[in-house]
């Protein structure tokens, strides 16, 4: 299936005049065909067929919805090599790690089919009436959650797959009832493209309404802005730049009705690494570390990319083992030419700042645009007096903060902004000083480990991808894992309704999957 | 016990130089004594009394927490008569009223004591780790629900005791785990000051932390203003005007770490009667829609203030009905001169518009600042020309709307704004027609109504009380029924954890209630 450059506006394929290029990061090559940009008409369509389709998805029973997400997770896999083939030339990320994603991808979508199938999502509650309550009869309320409405998901340069055109916000939205429409990323719009084919296909050959999906490219803001301003768009999920993201949410905010935005931005993982631990293994965790920081290029939201440590010889020995590894790794082309310079920067602010100390950089690279490793330390009380030094920088650098004692530790703690995550590397002797760091772990990060790396986000249940600001927009979700689904949606109170104009999950003999009655909880 | 008039900033009490009295509105008798009114050094103590206390109430085990809203409701019934009657100077509203309001106050926070104990509000999930899986283990991640931190909650006229000091969003947010700082409604402050020490005596009996609960009386926006800004406060519930409400969001979306708001703000709650229901009844429901309009003098949120029906004999019917009953509903005096007067505006204004035409009007009264009914109708088409007439009128105010057929019945709800509720009166005949109509009503409302009225909002489970803007900033909460804990919560995933440094309620022997063991819904 070639890539076609269109825009897919439902089941409608348009070409426009206006058309923009990518060009391959790694060669420099202009990649073929060039790609209709959007304008405020192909807004209007997709909006309104998002808007119609609305009022019969959302309806949809679950199992119809359920295969609708395998039958797309079908598609995707049917385009085969030449989607992966696509997303290396336009991201030059490997094909082994694409190969992942894709399975992550169509694994997001499964795992939503089977979370549909569960029933709990719709978080019924039903309170029976009680006629002979004093002094008033109490009326029989029965709660459902519905969909907001139309979804507009951006995707993200540095998942391809999996925060892309079908990544966790579209599965999310879908299984929630929510038509989507896909702002794609104007770094890999032929990946977007072949996805988006597998995505109109799967809607047509589960017969659905045409607007459950749309793609719009562009290469300017004004369609991101469009979009979010839109009256028939009710939720926006973005991941990118702090910027970006915060840009969204103030146009999102200004609307004549504000709708949630649920954009995840920035973050630089703090990494503590715990007395025990470093002098129990400080060499290997030197090495976990290196291994964890260079994945990707560095290209994760989260990159470790702060190390806390109290100061001492086994901190030493952590640092020459990591700086030693870090020489070690060849660097690779990052996602685009404008990421890379933005890294450059970022690593030249962190090189010429007077309290921060270079320690190590990667292998030098000969390819276009490639992402070498950087190694920093500083004093934790120049951290404090100097918070510029904590700015995210996106890709594989990372600054190792001294710590003279535990009060600094917590205190440089204490003084960052919300995260993704937050990791703690300790053996049984550090747990009381893990106890005490863990309060302030717990309040700045969405999800915080033990003795691992937080590269690499599960997609499950239990998965938090989210946290306190400016890590995301609103702390009171997450992006990846099944917990998604609430975010696109709310709740509806149905009061003394005749049982033939209940919503068919609330009726009185329907099966009504994980719910509570009266109060108590029921599996069934 | 006597009013104090003192700012209640965790276990001291505060006397200011500056204070403010309030006249009953009844009889514009000036009520002693003056209230303290708090300044930025008050909203700084305070504050920083509950980010102290927070850091050791939300680890607080839910069965002390649910004792200690056990003790703040038995505190609040020894007040006994002084507080109605004080509630009663304050707001005019009658003592039965207010009685059967305590009873609601104390009836929430003993509801969310047993939702406490019942566990699933922690929302834990855990997927046990797989270390054997392919091409790599899967950690062990385990997920719980941790609060927001300080609220701060402003108390709303209308409800000076079940929205107020310690009314619904106080529960919640302390149910949750998130000490609350509580802005005083201007209006009752006597009545807030008893409530307070009600308040602060449990804390003392409880043993928590003095800063899990301040009150702070003021005259002024700077003291809300000051509090929603305040980098420890993070979250905000609010019930009141559409201004007051978009005022705080503003705010708190400026902050440099922005925070919800739940502001629940303006809704006219449309009632349908179709055809059905009008020809089998429309005479009882004329009468039982009038005692709902005039009910508290109109001061509910959920007030029915508009009706639309299709033309004809029937709809006349109603209207006869629903015009001599209002005839013999006497005024009562509304809440404070203020809301009497922008009432009287609002009414003014309808009664003076060249499409909306006069019905009837209550009896009139010879006391002060009474609240007198006004029904009034206009033809759906001129609606959809004049959307000024749906602003809310806040009192015994309702417009019918006369539809020529179901076409601008459906029209003129599609065109209106989120709501609180949304009702219809049918039989059996109807359901079709109501079947059609559902749809847009449960986008537009928190709560869908059959053969009822709205004003009456149960607290139990399957309650909403929330909606689309502007009926709440915020639609995907309530802020009645148990619902509401989740508001304050936000979800922090722990991986690869040893169980020694888990929280207690995700370790592997505690018992964690309701919650979901690899994707599978478990109820102990």
Known sequence: MPVSGDLFIGSQRVKKSETFFVSSPATGEKLQPGFSVAGPEEIERA?????????????????????????????????????????????????????????????????????????????????????????????????????LGPVVVFGASNFPLAFSVAGGDT???????????????????????????????AVKICKLPEGVFSLLNGNSRALGAGLVAHPHVKAVGFTGSRAGGLALVKIANERPEPIPVYAEMSSINPVVLLPGALAARAEEIGKGFVASLTMGVGQFCTNPGLVLALEGPDLEKFIASASAALGQVAPATMLTPGI???????????????????????????????????????????????PEVTEEVFGASSLIVRCANEKELLDTLEHLEGQLTATLHLTDADLPLASRLL???????????????????????????????????DSRSTSVGTLAIERFLRPVCYQDFPDALLPAPLRQDATKGPHRYDGAYRTE
């Open 439 to 473: 309060p302030t772990l717990e309040r700045k990060a969405g999800r915080v480990l033990a003795n691992g790396w937080p590269t690499g986000v599960e997609v499950t249940h239990a998965m938090v991808h989210g946290g306190p600001f400016p890590a995301t927009s």
């Open 340 to 386: 890379h310079s933005a890294y450059e920067q970022g690593v030249e602010k962190l090189a010429n700042h007077s309290r921060v100390k270079l320690l190590a950089r990667g292998a030098e690279g000969t390819g276009m645009h490639c992402g070498r490793g950087a190694l920093f330390s500083i004093a934790a009380e120049d951290v404090l007096k100097h």
């Open 47 to 147: 909006c309104n067929l998002a808007w119609t389709a609305f009022h019969t998805y959302r309806e949809l029973d679950p199992e119809s919805r359920a295969r609708f997400l395998e039958t797309a997770a079908d598609q995707i896999m049917a385009l085969g090599d030449e989607l992966l083939e696509r997303a290396h030339a336009e991201t030059a990320l490997p094909i082994a790690r694409l190969t992942g994603e894709r399975a992550r991808t169509v694994g997001q979508l499964r795992l939503f089919a089977t979370e549909l199938r569960n029933g709990g999502w719709m978080g019924i509650r039903i309170d029976p009436a009680m006629p002979d309550r004093k002094p008033l009869p109490r009326p029989d309320l029965r709660l459902r959650k519905i969909p």
């Open 171 to 201: 599965a999310a939205a879908l299984a929630a009832g929510c038509p989507v429409i896909v702002k794609g990323h104007s770094a890999h719009p032929g990946t977007s493209d072949l996805v988006a084919q597998a995505m109109t296909e």
